[in-house]
């Protein structure tokens, strides 16, 4: 599987918008990208998805260049909960999820 | 949502006992489930994926021997540490995704080991 790049650290505010970006140069025609975070002590919960289009859900918004060789996990109104580690894996439909180390977000109030 | 279950959450042993961890899919079936171990303030490893009814496929560098996986039914993987020794002690986490999904793959809670 290509691999990715992040940030080894953010932080933002409680309640402002939070954007973190992810590099993947090498990404192929048919790997998604997918988004991971983890609460200390517990295992990754997903936060979203996509493979070529903007992606909304109730937790965040996915933005994925058009050249697909980077995307950006939004988060429009972060929060304390929100503080974690977020994963951005490319994966190839059924296959195995290999986590990077990630992007360490911390929340301040 | 779909839930992935794993038990025991902790677990503190005796070195040179063997401790078997289960990871259950709760409402839906998993052909493949994936186990993953991770150190304090390090990502997850991916340790092997499981294969409801054949051998569990290993990481290079994962003992097979040492970590025995049985996918014995389309909702119950284990985990079994065998003779675990104080640097077995880690964060095991199980992870599951629905047959036939390509979408999300589900977590569970994690298995904190502590070899005495």
């Known amino acids: 599987d290509a691999k990715t790049t992040q940030p080894n650290s953010m932080e933002s505010n409680e309640e402002e918008p939070v954007h973190l970006p992810c590099n993947h140069s090498?990404?192929?025609?048919?790997?998604?990208i997918h988004w991971y975070r983890q609460l200390p002590s517990q295992g990754p919960e997903y936060v979203i998805h996509?493979?070529?289009s903007n992606v909304n859900n109730r937790m965040a918004s996915l933005a994925i260049a058009e050249d697909r060789k980077s995307s950006t996990l939004i988060l429009h109104r972060a929060t304390l909960r929100d503080a974690a580690v977020y994963y951005c894996i490319l994966i190839k439909g059924w296959n195995k999820l290999v986590f990077g180390a990630g992007t360490i977000l911390r929340v301040k109030s | 949502g779909a839930v992935v279950s794993q038990h025991p959450s902790w677990v503190i042993c005796k070195s040179g006992t063997s401790v078997k961890i289960e990871c259950r899919s709760l409402?839906?079936?998993?052909?493949?489930m994936f186990w993953y171990r991770q150190f304090p303030k390090q990502s997850l490893m991916l340790m092997a994926t499981?294969?409801?009814?054949?051998?569990?496929?290993?990481e290079q560098g994962v003992e097979k021997d040492k970590f025995l996986i049985n996918h014995a039914s389309l909702t119950l993987s284990t985990l079994t540490v065998t003779s675990a020794h104080p640097e077995d002690s880690s964060f095991y986490i199980c992870?599951?995704?629905?047959?036939?999904?390509?979408?999300?793959?589900?977590f569970g809670e994690g298995s904190r080991l502590t070899v005495l």
């Open positions: 409402d839906f079936q998993a052909t493949t």
């Open positions: 499981s294969n409801e009814g054949s051998k569990a496929t290993y």
């Open positions: 992870s599951a995704r629905p047959d036939r999904a390509t979408g999300e793959l589900f």
């Open positions: 090498t990404i192929s025609g048919t790997d998604y």
């Open positions: 996509g493979l070529t």
